[in-house]
Protein backbone atom coordinates (compact mmCIF):
# COMPACT_ATOMS: atom_id res chain seq x y z
CA UNK A 1 0.00 0.00 0.00
CA UNK A 2 1.14 3.25 -0.46
CA UNK A 3 1.90 5.93 1.35
CA UNK A 4 0.21 9.72 0.81
CA UNK A 5 2.82 12.07 0.38
CA UNK A 6 0.93 14.45 2.72
CA UNK A 7 2.04 14.23 6.71
CA UNK A 8 -0.31 12.65 9.22
CA UNK A 9 -0.86 15.83 12.04
CA UNK A 10 -0.99 15.22 15.15
CA UNK A 11 -1.11 17.99 18.38
CA UNK A 12 1.74 15.77 20.38
CA UNK A 13 3.79 13.11 19.91
CA UNK A 14 5.36 11.06 22.36
CA UNK A 15 8.80 9.18 21.34
CA UNK A 16 8.82 6.21 23.94
CA UNK A 17 5.98 3.89 25.40
CA UNK A 18 7.00 3.75 28.28
CA UNK A 19 6.42 4.69 32.00
CA UNK A 20 6.74 8.41 31.78
CA UNK A 21 5.03 8.21 28.08
CA UNK A 22 2.29 6.79 28.49
CA UNK A 23 1.54 9.08 31.57
CA UNK A 24 1.50 11.77 29.21
CA UNK A 25 0.38 10.53 26.37
CA UNK A 26 -3.16 9.92 28.23
CA UNK A 27 -3.17 12.71 30.18
CA UNK A 28 -2.52 14.80 27.20
CA UNK A 29 -5.34 12.27 25.17
CA UNK A 30 -7.61 13.11 27.76
CA UNK A 31 -8.02 16.63 27.52
CA UNK A 32 -9.28 16.38 23.59
CA UNK A 33 -5.40 16.23 22.20
CA UNK A 34 -4.85 14.39 19.33
CA UNK A 35 -1.95 12.15 20.02
CA UNK A 36 0.92 9.84 18.64
CA UNK A 37 3.11 7.54 20.72
CA UNK A 38 6.10 6.39 18.88
CA UNK A 39 8.25 3.60 20.07
CA UNK A 40 10.67 1.39 18.40
CA UNK A 41 10.18 -1.44 19.99
CA UNK A 42 8.27 -4.54 19.58
CA UNK A 43 7.44 -4.95 23.05
CA UNK A 44 5.81 -2.42 24.75
CA UNK A 45 7.08 -0.91 28.32
CA UNK A 46 9.61 -4.06 28.95
CA UNK A 47 10.85 -2.33 31.73
CA UNK A 48 8.05 -1.52 33.87
CA UNK A 49 7.20 -5.72 32.72
CA UNK A 50 10.79 -6.69 34.53
CA UNK A 51 10.59 -4.77 37.06
CA UNK A 52 10.60 -5.64 41.04
CA UNK A 53 11.38 -8.95 39.86
CA UNK A 54 8.10 -8.93 37.65
CA UNK A 55 5.54 -7.03 39.68
CA UNK A 56 6.56 -3.20 39.24
CA UNK A 57 8.07 -1.33 42.37
CA UNK A 58 5.85 1.20 41.17
CA UNK A 59 6.39 4.05 43.66
CA UNK A 60 6.97 4.65 47.24
CA UNK A 61 5.34 6.01 49.99
CA UNK A 62 7.93 8.96 51.12
CA UNK A 63 8.90 10.91 48.21
CA UNK A 64 10.90 14.10 48.47
CA UNK A 65 13.28 15.77 46.38
CA UNK A 66 16.10 14.26 48.79
CA UNK A 67 15.36 11.30 46.81
CA UNK A 68 16.82 12.40 43.72
CA UNK A 69 20.16 13.54 42.61
CA UNK A 70 20.41 15.75 39.98
CA UNK A 71 22.87 18.33 38.75
CA UNK A 72 20.01 21.17 39.41
CA UNK A 73 18.79 19.63 42.62
CA UNK A 74 15.45 21.65 43.10
CA UNK A 75 14.27 20.77 39.66
CA UNK A 76 12.10 17.85 40.93
CA UNK A 77 10.53 19.45 43.87
CA UNK A 78 7.66 21.18 41.79
CA UNK A 79 6.48 17.79 39.52
CA UNK A 80 6.82 15.89 42.69
CA UNK A 81 4.35 17.81 44.46
CA UNK A 82 1.40 18.16 41.62
CA UNK A 83 1.42 14.76 41.30
CA UNK A 84 2.29 12.54 44.49
CA UNK A 85 2.58 8.89 45.11
CA UNK A 86 -0.97 9.62 46.31
CA UNK A 87 -1.92 10.07 43.10
CA UNK A 88 -1.02 7.29 41.44
CA UNK A 89 -2.36 5.25 44.67
CA UNK A 90 -5.75 6.56 43.74
CA UNK A 91 -5.05 5.49 39.73
CA UNK A 92 -4.28 1.84 41.13
CA UNK A 93 -6.60 1.39 43.23
CA UNK A 94 -9.44 2.51 40.80
CA UNK A 95 -8.31 0.13 38.39
CA UNK A 96 -9.09 -2.64 40.92
CA UNK A 97 -5.04 -3.47 41.65
CA UNK A 98 -3.68 -5.42 44.16
CA UNK A 99 -0.82 -3.72 45.90
CA UNK A 100 1.59 -4.30 49.00
CA UNK A 101 3.70 -2.43 50.66
CA UNK A 102 7.56 -3.57 52.07
CA UNK A 103 10.61 -2.36 53.31
CA UNK A 104 11.28 1.16 53.43
CA UNK A 105 8.16 2.35 51.87
CA UNK A 106 8.32 0.15 48.57
CA UNK A 107 5.01 -0.27 47.06
CA UNK A 108 4.79 -3.27 44.69
CA UNK A 109 1.69 -4.98 42.59
CA UNK A 110 0.59 -8.17 44.42
CA UNK A 111 0.25 -10.47 40.87
CA UNK A 112 2.32 -8.79 37.78
CA UNK A 113 3.94 -5.61 36.52
CA UNK A 114 1.91 -5.98 33.86
CA UNK A 115 -1.62 -4.75 35.64
CA UNK A 116 0.34 -1.32 36.12
CA UNK A 117 1.12 -1.62 31.49
CA UNK A 118 -2.45 -2.46 31.24
CA UNK A 119 -3.43 0.18 33.23
CA UNK A 120 -1.39 2.95 31.32
CA UNK A 121 -2.32 1.51 27.89
CA UNK A 122 -6.15 2.04 28.91
CA UNK A 123 -5.50 5.23 30.21
CA UNK A 124 -4.18 6.04 26.55
CA UNK A 125 -7.37 4.67 25.09
CA UNK A 126 -9.70 6.35 26.68
CA UNK A 127 -7.18 9.47 25.36
CA UNK A 128 -7.71 7.97 22.13
CA UNK A 129 -4.24 7.89 21.60
CA UNK A 130 -3.03 6.65 18.44
CA UNK A 131 0.09 4.03 18.36
CA UNK A 132 3.32 3.77 15.74
CA UNK A 133 4.78 0.65 17.37
CA UNK A 134 7.44 -1.02 15.87
CA UNK A 135 8.23 2.26 14.21
CA UNK A 136 11.46 3.96 13.12
CA UNK A 137 12.69 7.33 13.03
CA UNK A 138 14.90 8.71 10.34
CA UNK A 139 14.85 12.24 10.90
CA UNK A 140 13.13 15.28 12.64
CA UNK A 141 13.45 18.62 11.96
CA UNK A 142 11.69 22.14 12.54
CA UNK A 143 8.23 22.19 11.21
CA UNK A 144 6.71 24.99 9.00
CA UNK A 145 4.72 26.86 11.36
CA UNK A 146 3.20 26.65 15.35
CA UNK A 147 0.76 23.98 14.75
CA UNK A 148 3.65 22.17 13.07
CA UNK A 149 6.49 22.41 14.72
CA UNK A 150 8.36 19.22 14.11
CA UNK A 151 8.09 16.78 11.29
CA UNK A 152 8.90 13.62 11.77
CA UNK A 153 9.85 11.11 8.61
CA UNK A 154 9.53 7.66 10.19
CA UNK A 155 8.69 3.96 8.56
CA UNK A 156 5.48 4.36 9.31
CA UNK A 157 5.18 7.71 6.99
CA UNK A 158 5.92 11.46 7.75
CA UNK A 159 4.00 12.66 10.47
CA UNK A 160 4.07 16.62 11.80
CA UNK A 161 3.01 18.01 15.46
CA UNK A 162 2.95 21.46 17.57
CA UNK A 163 4.54 19.37 20.70
CA UNK A 164 7.05 16.84 20.88
CA UNK A 165 7.64 15.16 23.82
CA UNK A 166 10.79 12.71 24.44
CA UNK A 167 10.49 9.54 26.79
CA UNK A 168 12.91 7.70 25.22
CA UNK A 169 14.89 6.62 28.71
CA UNK A 170 18.41 6.40 29.87
CA UNK A 171 21.24 3.80 28.74
CA UNK A 172 20.44 1.32 31.50
CA UNK A 173 19.53 -2.45 30.00
CA UNK A 174 20.41 -2.18 26.61
CA UNK A 175 18.87 -5.75 25.71
CA UNK A 176 15.38 -4.38 26.15
CA UNK A 177 16.28 -1.74 23.59
CA UNK A 178 17.61 1.47 25.71
CA UNK A 179 19.31 3.72 23.04
CA UNK A 180 21.17 7.22 23.62
CA UNK A 181 18.31 8.56 20.88
CA UNK A 182 16.95 10.97 23.45
CA UNK A 183 20.53 12.46 24.02
CA UNK A 184 20.53 12.90 20.25
CA UNK A 185 17.54 15.10 19.84
CA UNK A 186 18.36 17.04 22.33
CA UNK A 187 21.61 17.80 20.64
CA UNK A 188 20.16 18.67 17.54
CA UNK A 189 18.18 21.12 19.35
CA UNK A 190 21.22 22.42 20.93
CA UNK A 191 20.14 21.61 24.63
CA UNK A 192 23.15 20.51 26.57
CA UNK A 193 23.58 16.77 28.09
CA UNK A 194 25.17 16.15 31.14
CA UNK A 195 27.07 12.82 31.17
CA UNK A 196 24.98 9.77 31.30
CA UNK A 197 26.18 7.00 33.29
CA UNK A 198 25.26 3.67 34.74
CA UNK A 199 23.63 4.08 38.51
CA UNK A 200 21.82 1.70 40.95
CA UNK A 201 24.53 -0.84 39.53
CA UNK A 202 27.09 -3.17 41.01
CA UNK A 203 30.63 -2.03 41.57
CA UNK A 204 33.99 -3.56 40.85
CA UNK A 205 36.75 -4.21 43.22
CA UNK A 206 40.38 -3.54 42.05
CA UNK A 207 42.64 -6.57 41.52
CA UNK A 208 44.46 -6.13 45.11
CA UNK A 209 40.95 -6.26 46.66
CA UNK A 210 39.17 -8.75 44.62
CA UNK A 211 42.16 -11.24 45.12
CA UNK A 212 41.15 -10.90 48.45
CA UNK A 213 37.00 -11.35 48.39
CA UNK A 214 36.27 -13.04 45.48
CA UNK A 215 36.08 -16.03 47.32
CA UNK A 216 33.51 -14.89 49.31
CA UNK A 217 30.94 -14.58 45.76
CA UNK A 218 26.85 -14.97 47.41
CA UNK A 219 27.85 -13.81 51.30
CA UNK A 220 25.40 -10.69 52.22
CA UNK A 221 25.08 -8.89 55.52
CA UNK A 222 23.70 -5.86 56.88
CA UNK A 223 25.51 -2.66 56.41
CA UNK A 224 25.78 1.25 56.19
CA UNK A 225 27.38 3.12 52.85
CA UNK A 226 28.11 6.37 52.47
CA UNK A 227 29.49 8.28 49.19
CA UNK A 228 29.25 12.25 49.11
CA UNK A 229 25.73 13.26 50.83
CA UNK A 230 24.31 9.53 50.09
CA UNK A 231 23.93 7.35 52.97
CA UNK A 232 22.32 4.06 53.26
CA UNK A 233 21.57 0.51 54.87
CA UNK A 234 20.72 -2.18 53.40
CA UNK A 235 22.72 -5.31 52.37
CA UNK A 236 25.95 -5.72 51.14
CA UNK A 237 26.35 -8.45 48.76
CA UNK A 238 29.81 -9.55 47.62
CA UNK A 239 30.35 -10.85 43.57
CA UNK A 240 32.76 -12.85 41.74
CA UNK A 241 33.86 -9.00 40.31
CA UNK A 242 33.04 -6.91 43.49
CA UNK A 243 30.05 -5.52 45.67
CA UNK A 244 26.34 -5.34 44.81
CA UNK A 245 23.04 -5.81 47.21
CA UNK A 246 20.73 -2.88 47.82
CA UNK A 247 22.82 -0.42 49.73
CA UNK A 248 26.02 -0.65 47.49
CA UNK A 249 23.53 -0.12 44.38
CA UNK A 250 22.03 2.82 46.30
CA UNK A 251 25.38 4.69 47.05
CA UNK A 252 26.47 3.44 43.33
CA UNK A 253 24.80 6.87 42.38
CA UNK A 254 26.58 8.90 44.45
CA UNK A 255 29.81 7.12 43.20
CA UNK A 256 28.58 7.97 39.56
CA UNK A 257 27.99 11.79 40.22
CA UNK A 258 30.69 12.55 42.12
CA UNK A 259 32.25 15.19 40.05
CA UNK A 260 28.95 16.63 39.98
CA UNK A 261 29.60 19.60 42.72
CA UNK A 262 33.64 19.23 41.72
CA UNK A 263 35.17 22.80 42.28
CA UNK A 264 38.82 23.33 41.50
CA UNK A 265 40.93 22.30 44.41
CA UNK A 266 38.41 19.40 46.16
CA UNK A 267 39.15 16.59 47.09
CA UNK A 268 39.10 13.08 45.83
CA UNK A 269 36.95 11.66 48.77
CA UNK A 270 33.71 11.51 46.70
CA UNK A 271 35.65 8.30 44.61
CA UNK A 272 35.71 6.15 48.02
CA UNK A 273 32.67 4.65 49.29
CA UNK A 274 32.73 4.03 53.31
CA UNK A 275 31.16 1.30 54.81
CA UNK A 276 30.38 0.89 58.16
CA UNK A 277 30.64 -2.94 59.29
CA UNK A 278 28.76 -2.44 62.26
CA UNK A 279 25.84 0.30 61.61
CA UNK A 280 23.86 -1.32 65.02
CA UNK A 281 26.16 -0.55 67.49
CA UNK A 282 28.79 0.93 69.07
CA UNK A 283 31.54 -1.17 68.35
CA UNK A 284 34.18 0.61 70.66
CA UNK A 285 32.52 -0.36 73.48
CA UNK A 286 31.48 -3.87 71.97
CA UNK A 287 35.64 -4.04 71.85
CA UNK A 288 36.14 -2.90 75.26
CA UNK A 289 33.68 -5.48 76.30
CA UNK A 290 35.71 -8.10 75.46
CA UNK A 291 39.42 -7.06 75.46
CA UNK A 292 40.56 -9.41 78.13
CA UNK A 293 39.42 -12.47 76.13
CA UNK A 294 41.95 -14.89 74.11
CA UNK A 295 39.24 -14.80 71.08
CA UNK A 296 40.74 -14.43 67.86
CA UNK A 297 39.81 -11.00 66.62
CA UNK A 298 38.04 -12.80 63.57
CA UNK A 299 36.49 -15.06 65.27
CA UNK A 300 35.32 -12.41 67.97
CA UNK A 301 34.00 -10.81 64.72
CA UNK A 302 31.99 -13.56 63.48
CA UNK A 303 29.82 -12.95 66.16
CA UNK A 304 28.24 -9.75 64.33
CA UNK A 305 29.61 -10.69 60.59
CA UNK A 306 29.98 -13.78 58.15
CA UNK A 307 32.85 -15.62 59.60
CA UNK A 308 34.64 -16.17 56.29
CA UNK A 309 34.59 -12.78 55.75
CA UNK A 310 35.63 -11.61 59.14
CA UNK A 311 39.13 -13.84 59.20
CA UNK A 312 39.75 -12.40 55.39
CA UNK A 313 39.31 -8.90 56.82
CA UNK A 314 41.16 -8.84 59.86
CA UNK A 315 43.67 -10.96 57.41
CA UNK A 316 44.05 -8.35 55.39
CA UNK A 317 44.94 -5.63 58.02
CA UNK A 318 47.35 -8.12 59.70
CA UNK A 319 45.08 -7.84 62.92
CA UNK A 320 44.09 -11.85 63.47
CA UNK A 321 45.64 -12.25 66.13
CA UNK A 322 43.47 -12.70 70.19
CA UNK A 323 42.09 -9.80 71.00
CA UNK A 324 43.77 -9.37 74.45
CA UNK A 325 47.02 -8.42 72.85
CA UNK A 326 45.67 -5.24 71.42
CA UNK A 327 46.35 -2.13 73.10
CA UNK A 328 43.94 0.75 73.12
CA UNK A 329 44.96 2.91 70.68
CA UNK A 330 44.76 -0.69 68.37
CA UNK A 331 42.06 -0.97 69.40
CA UNK A 332 40.37 2.70 68.46
CA UNK A 333 41.88 1.86 65.19
CA UNK A 334 40.12 -1.92 64.65
CA UNK A 335 36.93 -0.07 65.77
CA UNK A 336 37.55 3.16 63.42
CA UNK A 337 38.29 0.85 60.36
CA UNK A 338 35.04 -1.47 61.38
CA UNK A 339 33.20 1.49 61.14
CA UNK A 340 34.74 3.28 58.02
CA UNK A 341 36.04 0.13 56.03
CA UNK A 342 36.91 2.44 52.93
CA UNK A 343 36.64 1.14 49.18
CA UNK A 344 37.57 2.73 46.11
CA UNK A 345 35.84 0.87 43.19
CA UNK A 346 37.51 -0.02 40.11
CA UNK A 347 34.52 0.48 37.99
CA UNK A 348 31.31 -0.22 37.42
CA UNK A 349 29.42 -3.61 35.46
CA UNK A 350 28.02 -1.56 33.10
CA UNK A 351 24.53 -0.66 31.66
CA UNK A 352 23.85 -3.70 31.15
CA UNK A 353 23.51 -4.17 35.16
CA UNK A 354 22.13 -0.77 35.87
CA UNK A 355 18.83 -0.32 36.78
CA UNK A 356 18.86 3.48 35.76
CA UNK A 357 21.27 6.04 34.22
CA UNK A 358 22.60 9.23 36.30
CA UNK A 359 23.02 12.10 34.06
CA UNK A 360 20.99 13.05 30.95
CA UNK A 361 19.48 15.95 29.42
CA UNK A 362 20.22 18.95 31.45
CA UNK A 363 17.34 20.18 33.66
CA UNK A 364 18.92 23.55 33.70
CA UNK A 365 17.38 24.29 30.31
CA UNK A 366 13.93 22.92 30.91
CA UNK A 367 10.61 24.10 32.77
CA UNK A 368 10.48 22.44 36.13
CA UNK A 369 6.71 23.33 35.58
CA UNK A 370 5.88 21.81 31.92
CA UNK A 371 9.36 19.98 31.26
CA UNK A 372 9.46 21.65 28.25
CA UNK A 373 13.12 23.16 26.74
CA UNK A 374 12.96 27.01 27.03
CA UNK A 375 14.77 28.17 23.97
CA UNK A 376 12.67 25.28 21.52
CA UNK A 377 8.91 26.21 22.10
CA UNK A 378 7.20 22.68 22.21
CA UNK A 379 10.04 20.34 22.64
CA UNK A 380 9.50 18.73 26.00
CA UNK A 381 11.81 15.87 28.28
CA UNK A 382 10.13 13.40 30.57
CA UNK A 383 11.29 10.93 32.56
CA UNK A 384 14.56 9.14 32.94
CA UNK A 385 16.10 10.82 29.83
CA UNK A 386 16.12 13.86 31.88
CA UNK A 387 19.76 14.47 34.70
CA UNK A 388 16.73 13.49 36.99
CA UNK A 389 17.55 10.04 39.11
CA UNK A 390 16.17 8.17 42.12
CA UNK A 391 17.14 6.22 44.60
CA UNK A 392 16.15 2.47 44.43
CA UNK A 393 12.77 1.86 45.34
CA UNK A 394 10.36 3.12 42.84
CA UNK A 395 11.15 6.65 43.06
CA UNK A 396 12.36 6.24 39.54
CA UNK A 397 8.91 5.51 38.52
CA UNK A 398 7.10 7.88 40.98
CA UNK A 399 9.47 10.54 38.70
CA UNK A 400 7.92 9.18 35.61
CA UNK A 401 4.59 9.38 37.17
CA UNK A 402 5.09 13.21 38.20
CA UNK A 403 7.23 14.25 34.71
CA UNK A 404 4.97 12.79 32.54
CA UNK A 405 2.11 14.21 34.04
CA UNK A 406 3.56 17.49 34.17
CA UNK A 407 4.21 17.68 30.76
CA UNK A 408 0.86 16.07 29.88
CA UNK A 409 -0.85 18.90 31.60
CA UNK A 410 1.04 21.48 28.95
CA UNK A 411 0.80 20.13 25.70
Known amino acids: M????????????????????????????????????????TKLAEKIRISGGGRCNFTNLDVS????????????????????PG???????????????????????????QDIIDMLRAGCEDGHVEWAMPCEIRHIETGPDETARFALDTSHGRFTCASLVV???????????????????????????????????????????????K???????????????????????FTHRGLSGP???????????????????????????????????????????RARGKTLLGN??????????AHAWCDQRGWNKPINQFNGKELDAIAAALEGWTITPGGTLGYAKAEVTVGGVDTRVLSSKTMEARAVPGLYFIGEVMDVTGHLGGYNFQWAWASGYAAGQAV
Open 2 to 41: NRPHQPVHFDVIVIGAGAAGMMCAAEAGQRGRRVLIIDHA
Open 65 to 84: VANYLSRNPQFCRSALARFT
Open 87 to 113: HFLERIQRHGIAWHERDHGQLFCDDSA
Open 167 to 213: ATGGLSIPKIGASPFGYKIAEQFGLPIVPPKPALVPLTLGPDELAIY
Open 215 to 237: ELAGMAFDAVAECGEGRFRENLL
Open 247 to 289: VILQVSSYWQSRDYDAAPGATEGGSRIAVNLFPAEDVRAWLTE
Open 300 to 309: LLSDRLPKRF
